[in-house]
């Protein structure tokens, strides 16, 4: 008698559906095979692809992305890498350009399949690659670029949603406020960035930075010494702020002569309390200098201004000679 083998000894038996399974398990490892393969060489063009991206080669980069993608869509931080080549194959000074334009497209495309699938990743190494897609895609709907802020406010605030304690996000959305003439908008980021970490010192420089530009010089000098109040040992905090007193009684020319002299002896306070934590440092010597000169072009008195430009004068030669010891490697 003739002995049937596999789906046809199944059927032979009038068990059906066991000639399925057999049938299927087969498909199955035919499916599994060709997956197998298409990953083998995903990793393969993938490798190739990082090398091209190293050396710059984004054409070839983006082309070879392109294919290992196609070969195995489960490669997703492939799409990181594909929208940046494209981004950075797209030139500013073509803008306008349906081809060149194309490639920002590209780029945004990739850069949200790679925020979607890697910004909430259990790999740390993942999240981060996923958070900077997010990063980069503000950056493609910048004034340089695609110039959309209505497209990048959601991003991050997004952005803000996975990380909620991280400032340089309030950071980014509040630059997207201001360049839009929205201030209120921008000002509430810059004070939430400084209720999520108010230990970090760049929240009150941001926010300083941010007063300053908008002529706000008492909130400028507010924050700049909430800065100094979180770092007291850092002479750089004080020394900071006697620059902004220095600039403002320098360069405003509607403050009286009393205003410019309450500027400048709060100035000369700060950089003293910089000098008290480091006397050998050279700029913030070099500022109590130019302090002291605009003090003696405020003097009525001959006596007082010549004394305060003799200080001023010694200031300068100390701060040369630190900076050429600097230069020469000597320490004491």
């Known amino acids: 008698m003739r002995v049937l083998s596999g789906a046809s000894a199944a059927v032979g038996q009038g068990n059906w559906r066991s000639a399925v399974a057999v049938l299927a ?64 194959l797209y030139k500013p000074s073509k803008k306008g350009d349906a081809d060149n334009e194309a490639l920002l497209q590209k780029a945004v495309s990739n850069y949200e399949k790679a925020a979607d699938k890697l910004a909430a990743a259990e790999k740390p190494d993942d999240r981060k690659l996923g958070k900077l897609a997010l990063e980069y895609l503000v950056s493609t709907y910048g004034p340089d670029k695609l110039n959309d802020p209505s497209k990048a406010e959601p991003i991050v605030q997004k952005m803000i949603q996975l990380e909620p304690t991280e400032p340089g996000n309030y950071f980014q959305l509040a630059k997207i406020y201001e360049d839009a003439g929205v201030y209120d908008e921008a000002e509430r980021m810059l004070i939430r960035a400084k209720e999520a970490k108010p230990s970090d010192p760049a ?10 530009r908008q002529g706000q010089f008492d909130k400028t000098i507010d924050a700049l010494e909430q800065r100094a109040a979180k770092e007291p040992k850092n002479p750089e905090a004080f020394y900071t702020i006697s620059t902004f007193y220095w600039d403002k009684a320098f360069r405003d020319v509607r403050l009286k002569d009393g205003e410019k002299k309450d500027m400048v002896v709060k100035g000369i306070e700060a950089v003293d ?60």
């Open 203 to 212: 929240v009150y420089m941001t926010l300083a930075g941010y007063y300053n």
């Open 25 to 88: 398990l087969g498909s199955l490892a035919s499916v599994v095979g060709c997956a197998k393969v298409g990953q083998i060489a995903a990793r393969k063009d993938f490798k190739e692809a990082n090398q091209a991206y190293q050396q710059q080669d984004y054409k070839k980069s983006a082309g070879l992305y392109e294919k290992a993608l196609e070969e195995d869509p489960t490669l997703v931080i492939a799409y990181f890498y594909l929208g940046n080549s494209y981004d950075n």
């Open 273 to 332: 309390r910089a000098l008290q934590i480091k006397p050998d440092y050279a700029e913030a010597l070099v500022y109590k200098g130019l302090l002291l000169r605009l003090q003696a072009n405020l003097e009525k008195d001959p006596a007082k201004q010549q004394a305060l430009i003799k200080q001023a004068d010694q200031l300068r030669d100390r701060a040369t000679e630190l900076r050429k010891q600097k230069a020469a490697g000597v320490s004491y």
